[in-house]
């Protein structure tokens, strides 16, 4: 079992930055790949961002490809989404997932864990 738990959101001015972060429990947090999602009001979950169990690999949606970058840190069981440029259109509630395979996925449900979120308001 593996507890997930965001911070880090927030409201900022169009154009700013935020980091989230999400802790995650347990001793195995190195063999899990990570993903971010989001859920704007009235929209589906969508794809953020994810990375490899090392943290050598990453991929990311369209949408914030070139702004949002993710990276984690295994000692501290710990993943990171540094967003930059900001955009009204990026407010939604994130979460971050937890997938217990070596590979990333760009799709929700095949994650095995998930956090409660953390809401992100950007202002225009």
């Known amino acids: 079992q593996v507890r997930l738990v965001e911070s880090g959101g927030g409201l900022v001015q169009a154009g700013g930055s935020l980091r989230l972060s999400c802790a995650a429990s347990?001793?195995?947090?190195?063999?899990?790949?990570m993903g971010w999602f989001r859920q704007a009001p009235g929209k589906e979950r969508e794809f953020v961002g994810a990375?490899?169990?090392?943290?050598?690999?990453?991929k990311y949606a369209d949408s914030v490809e070139g702004r949002f970058t993710m990276s984690r840190d295994n000692a501290k069981n710990t993943v990171y989404l540094q967003m930059t440029g900001l955009e009204p259109e990026d407010t939604a509630v994130y979460y971050c997932?937890?997938?217990?395979?070596?590979?990333?996925?760009?799709?929700?449900?095949?994650?095995?864990?998930w956090g409660q979120g953390t809401q992100v308001t950007v202002s225009s």
């Open positions: 997932a937890a997938r217990s395979s070596p590979i990333f996925s760009s799709t929700w449900g095949s994650y095995d864990y």
């Open positions: 347990g001793r195995t947090f190195n063999s899990y790949a």
């Open positions: 990375i490899s169990r090392g943290g050598a690999i990453t």
